[in-house]
């Protein structure tokens, strides 16, 4: 129980600190880090344990730095090749700007759904939304906690989604029945999130038709304003709908969009690799305030900041520091309420200190399923509460690998966008209150099959 209270005060408060003070959040984590060493050497464990637990989280997260790689390609690559300022030209002329919110928040949704993959979606659709919001001059980290609200519909519940995998084995449910189970937090959270946006919607201040036109402009000047350019979007949407890995159909699109920017935009080749080392910049400032973003060479600190969570992540796997903490957290638990929100609490922590957003789903899946099968109650249930706290809300935590991807894929910082995405922080409140109303359910059966 010590260890586990530790290791959390150790990331939260080198990291709160670190956020205080405006020093790099690496140098926190790194601080933190240490400290989570010299904790697992006083228990027993050597350096050379350290240093394998270290190297395996490390090899578990080299397709998240692939990924991250690519969408810094992508993000360039789609603005010169004409991409992004087609799609924000014709979605500027049709959006209705007070809407956007909502707007961001459905087609993002549908868009995961049928992907299945929350990095996908933000890759390619979030950096057009985004776009398109600067344009009208609405607040980007609203626009950013829509995008990322969608977004993570389809990373919880998409039959095509590896996270709703990785949730359904770690319990040992099965995906279907587990769907089902799901249905009514998901209808809740998909409702509740729709209303926010749309009430938060009547709050936003866009700008009027005519400033509009001027952007739309520009972008007709400097840009060859083409449905052509959507064939990026077609080759990467196709590609992870034919199951191909995501890894590669992100790489198809930057291929698709590089392509595009030296043939059909006649970008020169030292334009277009300088745009992809060093990010997306124009010579108009009108549109610099719209085009910008991505570049491999600007994702030096994220790229550390994932090689040291990925050491945490192995390390605090290989020392099990909160199996004591778990054991007593369920004690006192006699009901299905009790059980599902102390597992909320428990998936909460570890999307906090593991650092991914698999090694939470994991961890509380295959660490509570015999709690909670031996207390009678259903693996699917389990996965259900797994997804709505674990799952979702590593897409809250700064350092956790999804939000750092999330936040890299649509250029919004994930503080700046935290508040506003309502999908991720409804899901451990609604699957409580689902719990609740399933004991109710259960006392009432049992009322009326009581014998006289």
Known sequence: MKDAILTFLFIVVSLAVAAIYKIPLVIGFAVALLLVILLVLKKGFTLKDVAFASLDGFKRIKPVIYILGLISLLIPAWIMSGTVPTMIYYIVQWIEPT????????????????????????????????????????????????????????????????????????????????????LPTTLFMLLFSALFYFILGFFVKPTNVIENLAVTNLLEDYFHISLVTLLPIIVLFGSILLKVRTIYALGFGVLTGIALALFFQSQGIMEVMQNLGYGYHHENQGLEEVLRGGGILTMGQLFLFITLASMMNGILDKAKLFEVFMKKMFEKAYSLTSYTART?????????????????????????????????????????????????????????????????????ATLDYVMFAAFLWLGPIITIIVSYFSDQKVVTHEKKVEPA
């Open 99 to 182: 809407w956007i919110l909502l707007f961001a928040f459905l087609i993002a949704s549908v868009t995961s759904f049928v992907l299945g993959t929350a990095i996908g979606t933000l890759g390619s659709l979030g950096i057009i939304i985004i776009g398109v919001a600067i344009t009208v001059q609405v607040p980007i980290a609203l626009v950013a906690g829509a995008l990322v609200s969608g977004a993570f519909v389809g990373d919880r519940c998409s039959p095509l989604s590896s996270a709703f995998h990785l949730a359904a084995n770690s319990v040992d449910g099965d995906p279907k029945k587990m769907f089902w189970r799901m």
């Open 344 to 412: 909320v609490v428990i998936g909460i922590l570890f999307a906090i200190v593991g650092c991914n957003q698999a090694f939470p789903v994991m961890l509380t899946g295959r660490s509570l399923k015999k709690t909670w099968v031996e207390a009678g109650y259903n693996q699917e249930d389990l996965g259900r509460v797994v997804c709505d706290s674990a799952l979702v809300t590593s897409g809250l935590v700064p350092w956790n690998m999804v939000a750092i991807l999330s936040a890299a894929a649509i250029g919004v």
